[in-house]
């Protein structure tokens, strides 16, 4: 039982692991509190209190050693909040538009990095705003619009299945070209190999039936 127990207790490395997880968490739940503040109208203000607030922490923060680890987290929280400056701030002062909302964010996640998917940059290439957007795009909309989903569902419960099973072949067709894009993109030798390959091929089946 006894190594069982010291096979359980944390290492010293752990220990500062999660001391540091727990200072980082701190920085962003004030970050937070600063950004949902119900009080706050004008979003320069906001922008200020935010940046003032990562330069002071980052003033503070130790240069070398374990600290340092700290100060690059820093660094990046504030490098994060210059970036967002231009549109993170707009909706202060403002009853149309909303801090934020589930609706909001899924259209943000699904449309995030769109130029690097469709380009085969990135890791999460082929998302669905690249196979299905101009379905997708639509239905949000309409779902922002009507405040419920209820009219989709309605308008879905009448799909049949031979127009579903279409669907799908040309989703599968729109994707297609991306997909082939992407996997030329991530491994050229290997697009060009296979090239060759079938080029020899043919020629040798050429070659058989004119017997050359």
């Known amino acids: 039982m006894s190594k069982i127990t010291s096979a359980l ?12 997880l727990r200072v980082n968490v701190d920085v962003l739940s004030h970050v937070r509190d600063l950004l949902f503040d119900p ?9 200020r209190s935010v940046e003032s607030f990562l330069r002071r922490k980052l003033a503070r923060a130790p240069q070398r050693g ?23 701030y707009v909706c202060y002062g403002r009853s149309d538009v909303d801090h934020t909302s589930n609706l909001i964010e899924n259209v943000n996640g699904r449309t995030k990095h769109h ?8 890791s999460t290439a082929g998302g669905p705003i690249e196979s299905y957007g101009e379905m997708l795009v639509p239905v949000v909309v309409e779902a922002k619009l009507h405040g419920s989903v209820a009219p989709l569902r309605e308008r ?7 127009a579903y099973a279409s669907a799908r072949v040309r989703l599968k067709n729109l994707a297609e070209p ?31 039936a004119l017997g050359i």
Not at 156 to 162: M, R
Not at 197 to 206: D, K, Q, T, Y
Request: proline share 4%; charged share 30%; aromatic share 2%.
């Open 115 to 122: 130029l690097r998917r469709v380009a085969g940059r990135a």
């Open 39 to 47: 009080n706050a109208v004008n979003g320069a203000v906001v922008r």
């Open 156 to 162: 879905v419960a009448h799909v049949t299945p031979e």
């Open 66 to 88: 374990k600290g340092a680890r700290k100060r690059r987290f820093l660094e990046r929280c504030l490098a994060t909040a210059k970036r967002a400056r231009r549109g993170l």
């Open 9 to 20: 207790m944390p290492t010293p490395r752990r220990t500062e692991l999660g001391n540091e």
């Open 178 to 208: 991306a997909r082939q894009h992407r996997s030329v993109a991530r491994q050229p030798a290997k697009f060009l190999a296979g090239l060759v390959a079938r080029a020899r091929a043919g020629l040798e089946a050429a070659r058989a």
